[in-house]
Structures are given as structure tokens and as C-alpha cells.
């Protein structure tokens, strides 16, 4: 018997004993729990880190204080995952990670915040994650990209034109979808059933004019909608392509657009589309 | 008339200019993990086993390398092969592993503490994964990827970084120590 005869016979036996041990569904439960076991303890690290670090400049801030002035106060947990930070205009650049969105900018209690995977090169904007260098239009890229996250208020009848103005959509998804489907100047789809992180909801594709002129619109700006908490959604510039996820989150309606400029590569559309798909909820506390 | 075709009516009646279109899924874009898991758990524990001093050992190698993946899956899952990644992972932790018990045991010996052999007697295979587990680093990673992944020289010299004439000298000098050791005959098989 040769070697190689001998060593495929012990992997067969190799194999046939790990096939019958192996349980998948048990070891995938195992390996998301130590993740997030893990997940855990190396917050409460970096917690007590940022606790060490908070209470030594307390202590010498206060030292080269006045005695009588009040003590600040330390800087508060990390939560797990981390907020999405950048909520001004332009935004921070943000590591790859798993990222708490504020819908619209602002808390909303009661209410599962969203959770995404960001990969590498995005700025962080509080509710929205994107590409861009900045807080202009003018800033814009050909492949700038982003995803953001809205609690839509009002349609505009058109983005663009002098006379635009915001009208209430009607309260459900489909209103909604079928308002954004069908505004004017967007080229909008027909709304198709979705389902994303178990929550069911419809998905449009909007698109802006690749010839339009956004100086000539009204304000300089090409608007969809507005939000309780945003001046409103404008798009970034001509050949802007929308796709919309409108879902029913626990009876509350949530738009995600995950935009992309006219010279996005697939890829770059791609890592859009996965950080949607990554999407799941964190309960309010 | 399914959904769509009756959405697509729906939205010519409405005006709707582009259509129907069909919502991107996670599929589309990449696999997820949880499917990379289940498809390569199986052959990845297998390779582990082969590596490690005992089955439970290995299965927690394993799961070390998948959680590794796992924690970087948006990096990891746009690789060419992922699966190339988490194996190399996983041999560099098992072969890690020997080393940290030859030297616990060199220790163990040198304080007269000898470890008690388990009164179950090895089955005929461990015999050879015990040889192959004595081999020098590399030896023992390419044997194992070359037999229980099935892998091709010029796979594991990807896998390992190595080049493919340094996989072919592990490879053969591997099978000569283990035919010695194991008593059987060589054989040139690259």
C-alpha cells in the first residue's frame, strides 16, 4: 500500500466522522452568539478605555480649574453597534463596520433602529452613509454613491419647476410608492413587492434627467420629498439613479434610497445594494 | 397573469414610464455568509481535524476561522475565493496550536510531569494525522490541503503564498518522513 493510499483512506475516515458531527444550523447559532459574546466584551473595553480616558482629563481639567467649578461629566457608553456619527452637513469618514442609523436625523422611540454594514471609503451623515467630499452639489463625483435613511412627509408634484410644492402622499407604502413612482421628471418603475430584513414593503427606481440643468430649477435644487426632520430630499445631479426600499417597519413607513451617480461602476452599485441587504434592527431602549 | 405581468399592466395604466422592474436581492450581489458557512463548514472541519490533536479541537479551529471571515465578510466575501482564505486561517491557527503544545510539552517533561494517555486507543487514521502533525509547518498545511481539500499544487501555493516548486518539495519531502514513519511505500505524484 502506498503512502497516498494510506493518507486518502485516514481522509475518508476524516471526513465521514466530520460529516456526521457537523451541524450546521447548531454551529452557526454557536458562532453568532461568540460573535456577538465578543462583540460585547470588546466594547466594554473600549468603554472602560474611553471611561480612563474621560475621567483623566476630568481630573486635569479640573486640577488646572477653579475647585468651586463644576466637574464635566464623562463621556457616555459606546452602544453596540456604533452610532453612525457625521450628523452636520458634510459629514465624517467612517471605518468599516456595523453602524446604528437615525431615521430622518432624529430618534424615533418605540420604534427597532436600523443597523448596516458599512464597507471602507463612506462618510457618515447620522441618518445616511455616502461618498461624497462634502456638503455641495457641486462636490459630486461621477461614481459617488450612497444610502440613506428617511421618514418621507410630502411628494413634490415636480422637483424642479418654480411652482413645485410638497403634497401628503397618504399614509400607507403603497401611497407612497405609487406618489414617488409616478412624479414627475423621475422616470419612476412600477412598485414591485420586497422583503428586506423581514420586514415586507415595495421597491421603486427613480431616476433624474441626465440633461437637466439644476440651476434653472427652483431654489437650484432637484426635490423629492420633504421629512419631519430634513429641509428635504434633493438629488446630487443629472443621471442620479434612485432605488427606493419603502418598507412597513412595525407599522411605521421607512424609506431607504440608495442612490448612485451615472458613473457608479456595479461594484460600486453593489456595496449599495449589500449594506441594504446587511440591514437589520436593533430594538429601541 | 402572475403579479408582475399584473403590476406591469397596472403600471402602463398609470403611466409609469420605465416599467417593471425586479428588486435586487442579497443573492445578486454576493454570497451571504451564512451560505459561504454551510457550504464550506464541512471540508473546513475536516481539514481542521486533520490538524489538530483532537476533534473538538478541531472544530473550534474551524469555527475561529469562519468567525474571522465573519467579522470581516464585506472585505472577506468580495474576494476572488474566500474559502482560499479562511482555509489558510485555519491551517496557520492549527499549526500554531502543535507548536504551542510541543513546546507545553517539552515544558511538562523538563518538570517530570508526564500527561496521561487516554485509555481509548487511537483509530488506524490518527496514527496518520499524528504523523502528518509532527511534520514541519508547511509540510503538514500542504499535505492537508492537498488531500483532504482536494486542492491542486498551484491552489495551495495560492492558499499558502508560497510558490508551486516550494509546495512540490514540501509535498514530496512530507510523503517520504511519513512513509517512513508509517511504513509504507513512496510514490512520485507530482
Known amino acids: 500500500m502506498s503512502i497516498d493510499d494510506v493518507i486518502r483512506d485516514a481522509v475518508e475516515a476524516l471526513a465521514t466522522n466530520a460529516a456526521r458531527d457537523v451541524d450546521r444550523d447548531k454551529m452557526f447559532r454557536s458562532l453568532q452568539q461568540t460573535r456577538a459574546r465578543r462583540r460585547v466584551a470588546s466594547n466594554l473595553g473600549a468603554t472602560c478605555v474611553l471611561v480612563l480616558l474621560a475621567f483623566g482629563v476630568w481630573t486635569v481639567t479640573t486640577d488646572a480649574r477653579d475647585p468651586q467649578t463644576t466637574a464635566v461629566a464623562p463621556a457616555g457608553l459606546i452602544p453596540s453597534p456604533t452610532a453612525l456619527p457625521g450628523a452636520g452637513a458634510a459629514g465624517v469618514a467612517i471605518p468599516a463596520g456595523s453602524y446604528a442609523v437615525l431615521v430622518d436625523g432624529s430618534p424615533s422611540p418605540g420604534q427597532p433602529r436600523p443597523v448596516i454594514r458599512v464597507p471602507a471609503g463612506y462618510r457618515g451623515h447620522g441618518f445616511a452613509v455616502n461618498t461624497v467630499a462634502g456638503d455641495k452639489v457641486t462636490a459630486v463625483r461621477p461614481d459617488d454613491r450612497g444610502l440613506s435613511f428617511w421618514a418621507v412627509q410630502g411628494v413634490f408634484t415636480n422637483p424642479c419647476t418654480a411652482g413645485k410644492h410638497a403634497v401628503d402622499p397618504g399614509p400607507s407604502v403603497s401611497d407612497l410608492a405609487r406618489a414617488l413612482a409616478t412624479q414627475p421628471l423621475r422616470s419612476g418603475t412600477a412598485p414591485v413587492p420586497v422583503t428586506v430584513a423581514g420586514y415586507q414593503g415595495l421597491y421603486v427606481e427613480t431616476s433624474v434627467p441626465a440633461h437637466i440643468d439644476f440651476t434653472k430649477c427652483k431654489d437650484g435644487y432637484f426635490d423629492s420629498w420633504t421629512s419631519p426632520n430634513q429641509d428635504g430630499h434633493y438629488q446630487q445631479g443629472p443621471g442620479e439613479q434612485d432605488r427606493l426600499w419603502i418598507l412597513n417597519v412595525n407599522g411605521s413607513r421607512l424609506v431607504i434610497d440608495g442612490w448612485h451617480m451615472p458613473g457608479a461602476s456595479q461594484q460600486q452599485i453593489n456595496q449599495i445594494t449589500q449594506m441594504v441587504y446587511s440591514l437589520t434592527f436593533q430594538s429601541s431602549s | 397573469m402572475t403579479g408582475v405581468e399584473r403590476t406591469a399592466v397596472a403600471a402602463a395604466a398609470a403611466g409609469l414610464s420605465r416599467g417593471v422592474v425586479v428588486p435586487p436581492t442579497a443573492i445578486s450581489t454576493g454570497e451571504s455568509f451564512e451560505s459561504f458557512y454551510r457550504r464550506q463548514l464541512p471540508s ?45 486561517v485555519c491551517t496557520n491557527m492549527a499549526v500554531s496550536h502543535i507548536r504551542r503544545l510541543a513546546v507545553e510539552s517539552r515544558a511538562l517533561r523538563r518538570l517530570g510531569v508526564m500527561r496521561t494517555s487516554t485509555s481509548i486507543p487511537p483509530a488506524p487514521s490518527e496514527f496518520v494525522w499524528a504523523a502528518v502533525r509532527r511534520l514541519p509547518k508547511r509540510q503538514a498545511q500542504s499535505i492537508a490541503l492537498y488531500y483532504v481539500c482536494d486542492l491542486s499544487i498551484a491552489e495551495i501555493a495560492a492558499t499558502l503564498g508560497c510558490s508551486e516548486g516550494s509546495i512540490k518539495v514540501h509535498l514530496s519531502r512530507a510523503r517520504t518522513t511519513l512513509a517512513r514513519t508509517l511504513g509504507t511505500d513512496t510514490e512520485d505524484l507530482t
Open chain 2, 44 to 88: 473546513l472541519v475536516t481539514l481542521a481535524r486533520a490538524l489538530s490533536r483532537t476533534p473538538s479541537l478541531g472544530d473550534d479551529l474551524a469555527q475561529e476561522a469562519m468567525l474571522a471571515a465573519f467579522r470581516r465578510w464585506d472585505e472577506i466575501g468580495s474576494y476572488d475565493n474566500p474559502a482560499a482564505w479562511v482555509r489558510r
